[in-house]
């Protein structure tokens, strides 16, 4: 069997990879998975010629794509026989959710974990980062853990206050999801699985930690996070998380 000509970049943390990531196994189509060391990311972006260095990028026969929007884009018009769209019956629509799921919750709820995990317990963050690594890039993380961690507080603007300030924007958020889904409608346009749906579901996926994720099994909440987390479990957007999940990853 060959092997598949597309190879995904990602960080196994990253929910914006595992959106990537999720979007291109419901499309049916296959690629190699390349976990990435932090840092390291933005010079082999430059080397394939992507036009951004943030995971994920897909490096595929056609060339280089960046971000997991674009990476959905790419993927719909490959769809393997029988595979559904994402796109939805209203695509606007569906984009205009994506990109606030993308701009907000995806950046706060990444913002209200990191400012608590890495300032307090730097150290539980780690091996999600190193353990589907190779031996040498795995020994790379470990070692230069203690330089990599400041680069990140300083590259996401990290602290208490920041933290508290992202926990708020991502409530108000929750609010709206719950809102919308108010009437009992199956997906959050309707009766229709689609590429926000996927977005929803894998941003907020860290609040919920659903069994069928492919990479959470290993993820460590801080202790503060753990209370608000089990305080917001009856949430109706993220027992909806839960759901999406079980039925469409
Ligand atoms: N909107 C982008 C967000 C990508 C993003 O923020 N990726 C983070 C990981 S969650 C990253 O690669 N950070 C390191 C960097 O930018 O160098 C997408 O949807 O792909």
Redesign the pocket.
Known sequence: MTSPASKLYV?AI????E?ARWALDHFGIAYRLQHTV?GL??AIAKRLGAAA????FLAAADGVIA???AIIDWGESRRAPGRASLAGSDPVEVLTLERRL?QVAGVHI?RYYYSDALLSDPASVRPIFSGDLPLLPRLAVTLGWGKIVPKMIA?MDLGPAQGAQSRERMLGELDWLDGLLADGRAYLTGDTFTRADLTAASLLAPLVNPPQHPTYAGLVMPPALEADIAGWRTRPVLQWVSRVYAANR
């Open positions: 960080f990253s929910h914006y990879c959106k932090p990311n933005r260095g943030s995971l994920p971000g997991s929007g993308d990444r590259g």
